[in-house]
């Protein structure tokens, strides 16, 4: 990737508020990878009996982590949205500890770019969620 690319990128991380309110940050970012991270805050906990995260702040760790992958993968020279994320919910977050997303994405057309994400807590090989979505892209491969 090259520098404009990877300001462009973190700009896109930086520019939404719920990110910023949720704390996430970008570990890594390059050719289409992202590494987003997001503490556990009791802020956002969705069972108060167990103080398990809700699924809307998973979600929303998933959807932002695949948007900077796309963002910066080489054949998307601007910014996306998302057009449809799937989730799936494997397993409840362990209260406590940080949550990590990685994506990929993983094919670009001239429309539309293709994304796949794995989130996890301290347990990294028991996935708390997967996703797999789509997202535009502004003027991409063919």
């Known amino acids: 990737m090259n520098i404009e690319q990877d300001r462009i990128a973190r700009q896109f991380m930086e520019a939404i508020p719920h990110s910023k309110d949720l704390n996430m940050s970008l570990e890594k970012i390059s050719k289409g990878v992202a590494i987003v991270s997001m503490p556990y805050d009791e ?3 969705g069972d108060v009996e167990t103080g398990v995260l809700a ?3 998973v979600s929303a760790l998933m959807d932002t982590c695949c948007g900077a992958a ?3 993968h080489p054949d998307n020279p601007g910014l996306t ?3 449809d994320l799937r989730i799936d919910y494997m397993r409840a977050a362990t209260p406590g500890q940080t949550l990590r997303t990685r994506a990929e994405c993983y ?3 001239k429309s539309v770019a293709f994304v796949r994400a794995v989130a996890t807590d301290e ?3 028991r996935p ?3 996703a797999s979505g789509a997202f535009t892209v502004s003027g991409g491969a063919s």
């Open 107 to 109: 094919h670009v057309t």
């Open 81 to 83: 949205a998302t057009l």
């Open 123 to 125: 347990d990294e090989d």
């Open 128 to 130: 708390v969620a997967t």
């Open 43 to 45: 802020r956002l906990i």
């Open 55 to 57: 699924g809307g702040a």
């Open 70 to 72: 796309v963002v910066s």
